[in-house]
């Protein structure tokens, strides 16, 4: 039997953090660089809550929160055990990756993947052959390739309203850059603008892979609840340097900050000198009213905005863009200088080619039409059934709550019984989980599959 480790848990109670999310955070951590250990066996409870003079309200909450992740399963009889290995241990590169035979089967109605079966192959085959005709390139532009610079430009103009242009003269550096996508957007943030160890707050629930990105940087990331208008201002604390945020159409609720809000967030930001990163990843697909102003365009000043092509085109690109007041862009490009690293000029030409004769534009019409159509014939499926749904007219999923993570997990595994892939509302958060349900996309698929599925969905859930 595995030993109980020594815990590497020290407990701020002055902090604003409650306990049970310091306690997760820690051990998750050490779970993750390898102080914890697959087999590990973790004290009870109760033992843990005397060890650290807390509640057992305490500890329950932070096991729970970790159970629900999967960094810990309980054995019946036997104890609490850490359940998975730090990324690149020996252990974890020696066993075999096994994939569940029922996942590769299911049909996919997570959030996140685009409408790809919808671009005209006729025109996509086009922009490929165009940018293979461009000549090899000497030097890697570390900005990104100036064609494909002026292409988001003109993009942001007409599908979100922004207007940018070169902010510093002298230089010749322009507001927008190429990137990765926006994790590696984060990821660069991250390196060449903050430092290790300061605090960014990231929406609860919200996108773990940036999560990722700026914890791998050395940040400290904390959570910052939102309700249905978004980000609470007041909730991300005044040690903060950073707030990641989705304004246009929170991930994964759906919703959107509002107004006053965005001018509040502004307001604090410049007052407390915090640095707002915009991740406007689908803020094209809006499908009530004309898409909503971005923050960076009320204070270009204090906002980095994030976009990508992962939603409107394809993940397989790999292009994104940055628009960031001049000292942040100087910063990225001295980053990228230093270490070698920038955007691949490939995806680029490919954006810039099928952008060229309006093939681009033509494609976020019928990408519109056609999501709005499949929003309508889910939500009124699950209306009809009786089952709440939660989000905005916008994006690529909505929302369907549930009670509690139990229900969560129960759904989550009835379903890929049935043949659905689904995605639960917990691992989308960073501490203690707060909101539960299913992020349900409805891109991927096919309309004949979607259909075919919602019937089995209602049936589930209600």
Known sequence: MAETPALPVTLDRSAATPLAVQLAEQLRAAAGDGRLRSGDRLPSTRALAAELEVSRTVTAAAYEQLHAEGWIAGRHGSGTYVTTEPPGSLRAAARPVRRDAALDAALDLTPGSPWAGGIDRAAWRRAWRAAAHVAPMIRHNRAGLPSYRATVAEHLLRHRGLRVGTLSGQDGHESVLATSGTSYAAAELAAAVLHPGDVVAVEEPGYQRAVGALRAAGLRVVPATVDADGL???????????????????????????????????????????????????????????????LAALAPDVVVHL?????????????????????????????RDRTGSGPAPAGQLVVVEFARNGDLGRHLRRLRRELSERRSLVVDALVRGGVPVLGDEAGAHVVVPVASADAERALVSRALAR???????????????RWFGIALGYAACSREELRAALPVLVELVS
């Not at 005044?238 to 967030?265: E, I, N």
């Not at 043949?419 to 989980?433: M, S």
Request: charged share 20%.
């Open 232 to 294: 609470l201002i007041d909730a991300v604390p005044a040690s903060a340097k950073a707030v990641y945020c989705s304004p246009a159409h929170q991930y994964p609720l759906g919703g959107r900050m509002s107004a006053a809000r965005r001018v509040a967030l502004v307001e604090r930001a410049r007052e407390r000198g915090w640095l707002v990163i915009e991740d406007d990843y689908d803020g094209e697909l809006r499908y009530d009213v004309a898409p909503l102003p971005l």
């Open 307 to 335: 976009g990508t092509t992962s939603k409107i085109l394809t993940q397989t690109l790999g292009v994104g863009w940055m628009v960031a007041p001049p000292p942040v862009v100087t910063a990225i490009l001295a980053h």
């Open 419 to 433: 043949g659905l892939l689904l995605d639960g509302l917990v691992r989308h958060h960073i501490g203690r989980a």
